[in-house]
């Protein structure tokens, strides 16, 4: 009897079996990037116009307000956060830029910043209840947006402001080099946004404080600092997104945006980051963003029921999410998020992505001054 011997434990393994391993990691890791190119050439197939330039400016131009909070709001998450007033800020920031257009007493530009300055202190509020007072995150921003719309309601009784300064419309519906003036800042938000997640070492100190808020506050993060500064760049993207939305009507609606603050949340999970914090990529944010707008776009052109609108966006949001868990448990994580180590022996805190000079050795076992947080 010829006796069995097992497989050697470094017996290279098939291409196939390698082959099969690699794609099923690449489909879990960027099953929406898949889903995004699917339902591209689906659409396009489907209907002609939909890969025309003026489709596809268009397009971009009606999702520029909740892209451009959708970028901060990537922020907030990452830090572990949660925020529900950017809808109030939307809407008082909608009003503002349109009252201080009917007096010909400032410019555009001018009223653009104070809109941008309201939603900053908005968010500092937000900030400090939640990082000071301790209120969990979901009450503190319902509260400050439903105070911020209400006042809103309050100061114009629930009736449009009609902007009178034919200049503050510009903002809206000017174009330069034939991309409108709301595309643009779209564009240059998120890569703004890319570069400082990925770069800077704030974008670092926001993954490790969103992977373990005391870990990073004993290394010695500013943690109450940096997750308000993150609700403060949130308000500031909603009063700029309300200022757009005011220029784009000439008229300042205190009732507009109900609901856009879960628009802005959906658009960022769809893209596969994780509530939880510590986890995920703007490129994610800018996917899911792609997905949702493909969708409604392509009920629009083909003329489908509105109504399913809502069940479609729900199951992609459910099979995002459902995606990402599986992909961790199959060990799979986001390739993307930095790898850092915060030690209480270094500088600044923390070693660069990919600097494994104060990580344990597979000799050393593990140091106890070093912690992996994502």
């Not at 707008?293 to 099979?319: C, E, P, R």
Request: proline share 4%; hydrophobic share 50%.
């Amino acid at each position: 009897m010829t006796p069995q011997t097992a497989p050697a434990p470094n017996e290279p393994r098939s291409i196939l079996a390698r082959l099969s391993t690699g794609s099923r990691s690449v489909g879990l890791r960027y099953g929406m990037v898949l889903l995004l190119a699917i339902l591209v050439v689906g659409v396009s197939t489907a209907e002609s116009s939909f890969l025309t330039q003026s489709n596809l400016l268009n397009l971009a131009l009606q999702w520029a307000p909740v892209a451009i909070m959708a970028v901060p709001m990537t922020l907030v998450v990452i830090a572990g956060g949660f925020d529900l007033s950017v809808g109030g800020t939307y809407a008082a920031a909608c009003v503002l830029y349109a009252y201080l257009g009917t007096g010909g007493h400032w410019g555009s530009s001018e009223a653009l910043l104070v809109c941008a300055a309201m939603g900053a202190v908005i968010g500092l509020i937000n900030g400090l209840l939640i990082t000071v007072l301790d209120v969990n995150p979901f009450v503190a921003t319902l509260g400050t947006g439903y105070i911020v719309r209400g006042l809103a309601l309050v100061a114009t009784g629930g009736i449009p402001v009609i902007m009178t300064t034919t200049s503050f419309t510009n903002l809206g519906s000017d174009s330069v080099g034939g991309v409108p003036i709301p595309v643009w800042i779209l564009l240059a938000s998120l890569v703004v946004g890319a570069f400082v997640l990925s770069r800077t070492v704030y974008g670092k100190q926001i993954y490790a404080v969103g992977g373990g808020e005391e870990a990073s506050r004993l290394s010695g993060l500013k943690t109450r600092t940096l997750r308000t500064s993150t609700y403060a760049l949130a308000g500031v993207a909603a009063g700029v997104s309300g200022a757009i939305i005011a220029s784009r009507l000439s008229t300042g609606d205190s009732t507009i945006g109900a609901g856009i603050e879960l628009q802005v949340i959906t658009v960022v999970l769809a893209g596969g980051i994780a509530l939880s914090g510590g986890e995920g990529a703007m490129w994610r944010a800018a996917v899911g963003l792609g997905v949702l707008a493909v969708l409604g776009n392509a009920f629009d052109l083909m003329q489908l029921s509105t109504f399913w609108q809502s069940v479609v966006t729900g199951a992609v949001l459910i099979a995002a999410i459902a995606l990402d868990r599986f992909g961790k448990r199959q060990g799979l994580a986001d390739q993307t998020t930095p790898t850092m180590f915060i030690s209480t022996s270094s500088g600044d805190g923390f070693t660069a992505p990919g600097d494994r000079s104060t990580a344990p050795s597979s000799n050393e076992g593990p140091n106890p001054t070093d912690k992996e947080l994502v």
